[in-house]
């Protein structure tokens, strides 16, 4: 039992190495990733018991990504194979004041084509504690909507506990399909909101302004119009380029606001999955601390994310202790 449940696309990410851009160059490096699935991974390298649920091409890449995802120690037991290619994006890491810039291949991907029988969710979900879902899912295809709805309408009837991390990129959604109301719809099924005030002024239709008065207003508005959600947690980056990032975070759980310091990321590694990483180390931490330590401990996870080179956290329990600890030197360890 207490096995925490992702549901989302597979992607294999191309980048030249380094900082370069693609036309400096004809070497390039690839990892696998995507939104849930880097949830996915990193609460398995805290020791969570973790199951991904995907459609992954029927071909040697499809291979490819399931057993790095096995790797880990994720189950694979509810993916399921396509005759479409994997999804793909090309990722050039910017520097200083260059932004990074990707560009998505995914819109006839295997996942795109996945439908709510292709999943059996009575069998998926039959030892979760936890599901997690992202805005990314239900804006890629009808069919991922309303597979994703379906798995939360399960999970709700059973008991699990839901986190929501409604991220929305206005550039996904091409099908037809409203964001505000499908997110609104989906949100209904969730317990834990991780976001900010763009995604509760985007849901609610307000105009919050991003100080923590307005954040607590905010959060009591969302929980009034979603009775179903407890907490509210909101990760804060301020950039100074496209190298150094300050990270913070802050929280309403119904009864007492509290927010984190800044961690200062003075050289970022890799930007890419850092959110990713946010949500997996509150979902690790709600179920082991403290709403507050659990806060605590997803922004040391974001943090140290950005020292890692692509999409996945690597970071065990005792390397995000450290940081929430005060260990933040980069000294040797012997």
Not at 51 to 57: A, T
Not at 66 to 87: A, D, H, M, N
Not at 146 to 170: M, N
Request: some cysteine; overall charge neutral; aromatic content about 12%.
């Amino acid at each position: 039992m207490n096995q925490i449940i992702t549901f989302g696309e597979v992607l294999m990410r191309i980048s030249p190495r380094g900082n370069k851009k693609f036309m400096q160059s004809n070497i390039v490096e690839f990892y696998f990733g995507g939104t849930e699935l880097n949830v996915a991974i990193s609460i398995a390298n805290f020791g969570g018991n973790v199951k991904h649920i995907s459609l992954v091409s029927d071909d040697f890449i499809g291979d490819t990504a399931v057993s790095y995802i096995r790797k880990f120690g994720v189950s694979t037991s509810s993916i399921e194979r396509s005759q479409r290619p994997l999804g793909v994006y090309f990722l050039e890491v910017g520097a200083v004041m260059r932004p990074s810039q990707i560009s998505y291949n995914r819109s006839h991907s295997s996942f795109s084509e996945i439908l709510p029988a292709m999943v059996d969710w009575e069998k998926a979900l039959k030892k979760g504690s936890w599901m997690h879902w992202t805005g990314i899912t239900p804006a890629l295809t009808q069919g991922a909507y309303e597979t994703l709805k379906e798995g939360l309408i399960l999970a709700k009837e059973k008991g699990l506990t839901v986190s929501a991390d409604p991220t929305y990129r206005s550039g996904l959604w091409k099908y037809g399909k409203d964001p505000k109301e499908t997110l609104i719809d989906l949100l209904h099924y969730s317990n834990i909101f991780i976001g900010g005030i763009n995604e509760i002024n985007e849901v609610l239709g307000t105009a919050y302004t991003y100080s923590n008065d307005d954040f607590i207003k905010a959060s009591k508005q969302l929980m009034d119009t979603f009775p179903s959600i407890e907490k509210v947690f909101d990760k804060i980056r301020t950039a100074l380029n496209a190298s150094s990032h300050k990270i913070r975070a802050r929280m309403w759980n119904g009864k007492e606001f509290r927010k984190t310091d800044n961690l200062d990321i003075t050289h970022i590694v890799d930007r890419i999955g850092t959110g990713d990483a946010f949500a997996a180390g509150l979902i690790y931490g709600l179920q082991n601390y403290d709403d507050y330590k659990a806060m605590l401990f997803a922004c040391a996870a974001c943090a140290l994310k950005h020292t890692y080179e692509g999409d996945v956290n690597y970071s065990n329990v005792n390397d995000v202790i450290q940081i929430i600890e005060g260990n933040i030197s980069g000294r040797f360890v012997r």
